[in-house]
């Protein structure tokens, strides 16, 4: 059903992102690429993807912290895929620190980049879903946008934003076979998280593996990371007809993180 499909995935030249777009390109969607990194890197992963899966691949640099880009990205995903069926928000950073030495610049990054981009991106692409008559958005919140935990004030509170953000827009689409959905992972281990690793391994004076270990059980029960597989496995389900009528949810994929 996805075949022929034309989708954005943000922040994805990395992490959970390259996950999902690479699942839905195994699906036989085209996809278009965003996020930073070496240009030459960027141009492999682009041909490699096209390659194996037989599929349009495209790229487009856009920095989503700046609302131009943002919407720049979706015209030019319409242009050069024929159109945007699915739109998957998934580019994020992270800044650690209490509130009180919280960097402002940190802030103003970390809630343009994870929640703002949500806003921009969706306004612009709900147009063309809706003359088309069919469209998904799927949005990488966090089980930080359902729980919060102490460091990561501007982090929750995008995340927070970001799950509210996708109910009113499931809401204003209810009726129409447009849906929109969060998807709230746990720990996955991407660089976003080793470089929170590796900082505790230092600050702890411990190796990077107890490190790891450490960070796993002090909120994740199943003492598991998720995979990007298994959660690109879960945007192409949203993405299908059994997902249809489920929509303004927050799903977390998260070890057991938020029954406790
Ligand atoms: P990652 O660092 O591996 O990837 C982030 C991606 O976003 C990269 O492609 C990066 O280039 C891109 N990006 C960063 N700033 C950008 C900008 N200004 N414009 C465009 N692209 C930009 O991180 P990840 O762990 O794969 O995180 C992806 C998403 O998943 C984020 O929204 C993150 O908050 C969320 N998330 C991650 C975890 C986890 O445990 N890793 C858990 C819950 C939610």
Request: with cysteine.
């Amino acid at each position: 059903m996805l075949k022929g499909r034309k989708a954005i995935v943000t922040g994805s030249t990395s992490g959970i992102g390259l996950g999902i777009a690479r699942a839905l390109a195994a699906e036989g969607v085209s996809v278009m690429l965003n996020g930073f990194g070496d240009a030459g890197a960027i141009e492999t992963l682009r041909a490699d993807l096209a390659k194996e899966f037989g599929v349009e691949v495209a790229y487009n640099a856009a920095d989503l912290s700046k609302a131009v880009e943002c919407e720049a990205l979706v015209a030019d995903a319409e242009a050069r895929l024929g159109g945007l069926d699915i739109l998957v928000n998934n580019a994020g950073i992270q800044h650690v620190s209490p509130v009180e030495d919280f960097p402002a610049d940190r802030w103003d990054a970390v809630i343009a980049i994870n929640m703002s981009s949500v806003f921009h991106t969706t306004r612009k692409a709900l147009p063309g879903m809706k003359a088309r008559g069919w469209g998904r958005i799927i949005n990488v919140a966090s089980v930080h946008g359902l729980v919060g935990s102490a460091n990561k004030s501007a982090y929750v509170a995008a995340k927070h934003g970001v799950i509210g953000l996708t109910k009113v827009v499931a809401l204003e689409n209810a009726e129409t076979a447009i849906t929109c959905n969060a998807i709230c992972p746990g720990w996955v281990l991407t660089p976003l998280v080793q470089a929170q690793i590796d900082t505790r391994a230092k600050n702890e004076g411990i190796s990077v593996a107890e490190a790891g270990r450490a960070l796993l059980l002090e909120k994740q029960p199943s003492a598991r990371f998720t995979s990007v597989e298994q959660l690109g496995a879960l945007a192409v389900f949203l993405a299908g007809e059994a997902a249809a009528n489920i929509t303004g949810t927050a799903l977390p994929v998260d070890g057991g993180w938020l029954a406790r």
